[in-house]
């Protein structure tokens, strides 16, 4: 049999470590890694299923909540950003690139003022997705 290569040898040795550390995606996975992926969701989907769970429904409409806060710290920072790069320089690649700097780091920003006047981090919101996720793929059959 061959040698492994640097490379195979060096992922052997890291993929436990970080698998540990990103063990929260496992929670994901028996809805990503299926055959046939679930079905599309609407906004009426989601609002029927936090009217109809009271323990995950107030946490899941909690989170869609802080993702405008954070959609809209996306839209703020990409434009201020844009803009002032714009204003003094001209350059329209320079101008480019702030945008969508400011666009990620608004998206930071607007997450972590949600994640604190929501109170994100008294909140499950994970298992609130997967009780969601769990109840879609129960209604749906299991398509």
């Known amino acids: 049999m061959a040698e492994s290569s640097f490379f195979r040898k ?50 899941l409409k909690t989170a869609r909540e802080a993702a405008k806060y954070a959609a809209i710290g996306s839209v703020l920072g990409a434009v201020t950003t844009a803009g002032f790069t714009w204003k003094y320089s001209r350059s329209l690649h320079g101008a480019g690139l702030s945008f969508a700097a400011g666009a990620m780091f608004g998206w930071t920003f607007g997450q ?9 981090y008294r909140l499950d919101t994970m298992a609130a997705q997967v009780k969601f996720l769990e109840w879609w793929e129960n209604k749906t059959g299991g398509r």
């Open 10 to 59: 060096h992922w052997e040795g890291w993929k436990e470590f970080w698998g540990e550390r990103f063990s929260f995606l496992e929670n994901y996975t028996r809805f990503t890694d299926r055959d046939q992926p679930l079905p599309s969701w609407s906004a009426s989907d989601v609002e029927e299923f936090i009217a109809s769970d009271p323990v995950h429904g107030p946490t």
């Open 112 to 120: 972590e003022i949600a994640s604190h006047s929501l109170q994100l």
